[in-house]
């Protein structure tokens, strides 16, 4: 009897640990639900953060950040005008290399952000704040010269020109010091806060932010790493030269004997960037940008990854006419599955078939209950997509639509496909501003 007891008591105390403390419905257009996480949930979730934050360098590493990050908002509010898109730019570069990407996205997303904003974020592509060339770690004894003053600063990595003792022209893509340990930190703190955000709104669990921040993490230890990056200009040219596009694109080839997993370094490329913040100052034509997308789409279903981070900055036209590909820091990979639900997609956008649509984003997301009303989601579509006044609109803001539209249907979308919209963001801006009336769908 005694046995029954013991089991019945462990098994209210269990329950305890497992039931949410408290449930709170929230009215509204949309069902949603706050909730104090269980006992249990709160004790995984401490144990995860703890995890994290090790991770990360340890409670000090991420004390520290926390202190720079509000030493950095204190001193530009009190600077300069905080309504000034000078001062959000200027906010963003101090507060570290995480931010100038978010910066990089809202330049070369003109359909999502301002033309103010995404003017003033252009300067994080290549004039980010530097750091002193003797604070870097180089070893230039391989080398007949290097130009201390940069080429180009980014959220990473700052570009060096360089001559090697055999006369040839090269840059040194060099990774800057605490870089590493900003973005760990600052990836930590996504993370967590994902993941409390999941237990406290249960509702986000459907658009899986903790996932989101832990592939968000994967990328950047992929990003901090030059050797991958060096791996990836050779398979991409690989790519090129096995598709006949040799003509028409190239990318950096790396100079493995003086490259490292800080310092990358390879042949320059001559040329100027694809776009800019003025469409009269690119000498581009129409034709060069439906070569970029071509090139780009065709990565997608033939190449052995896609340049998942191509803004503005990371795409030159050179002097010989051809597309210059740079920093594959950044790339994506489509299983299968993914690939042939997206290329359904494509064709039914193409056919204005909204039920072909609809059916081809339930098979490229994870239902998060069974039985999606197709019906409804393909009236939704005609509206959202078909509309004719809509359709005016760039291709990749349809695509942030249609995502936002899986999330109201609670269909959980693959994390490559979040890339592929981000890209399809920086696409829009060489198509909005060099090839307007280029369908992008339909190439």
Known sequence: ?????????????????????????????????????????????SREAAEEMRGAGGLGAVARRTVSAQRAVLETVLSRPPSSAAAVRSLFERLGPTYVKVGQLIASSPSVASEELSRE??????????????????????????????????????????????????????????????????????????????????????????????????????????????????????????????????????????????VLTMTRLEGDPLASSSSSSSRAKPSDVETLVRIWSLSVVRGPFFHADLHAGNCLLMKDGRLGLLDFGIVGRFSRRTYDAVSRMADAYRDRDALGLAGALCDLGVAAKPGVDLQSLAARLETLVFDDARRRRADATVLVDVVDLAEEFELELPSEFGLLVKQALYLDRFISQLAPDLDAFRL
């Open 121 to 262: 974020f252009e300067k994080c592509f290549d004039a980010a704040p530097a750091v002193p060339f003797e604070a870097l770690e180089i070893d230039t004894s391989g080398f007949e010269w290097v130009d201390p003053s940069p080429l180009a600063t980014a959220s990473v990595a700052q570009v060096h020109a360089a001559r090697l003792k055999d006369g040839r022209s090269v840059v040194l893509k060099v990774r800057k010091p605490g870089v590493a340990e900003a973005l760990r930190c600052d990836t930590a703190f996504v993370t967590i806060a994902a993941q409390y955000a999941e237990a406290f709104a249960p509702e986000l669990r459907r658009i899986n932010l903790a996932r989101i921040a832990r592939d968000v993490r994967a990328s950047v230890a992929a990003e901090l790493d030059f050797g991958v990056e060096r791996r990836r200009l050779v398979e991409f040219q690989d790519f090129i030269d096995a598709n006949g596009l040799g003509g028409l694109a190239a990318v950096p080839e790396p100079v493995h004997e003086l490259s490292s997993d800080t």
């Open 1 to 45: 009897m005694w046995v029954t007891w013991a089991a019945s008591a462990a098994a209210a105390v269990w329950g305890l640990q497992e039931k949410p403390l408290l449930q709170l419905d929230v009215p509204g257009p949309y069902t949603a639900r706050l909730e104090v996480p269980s006992f249990g949930t709160l004790q995984r979730l």
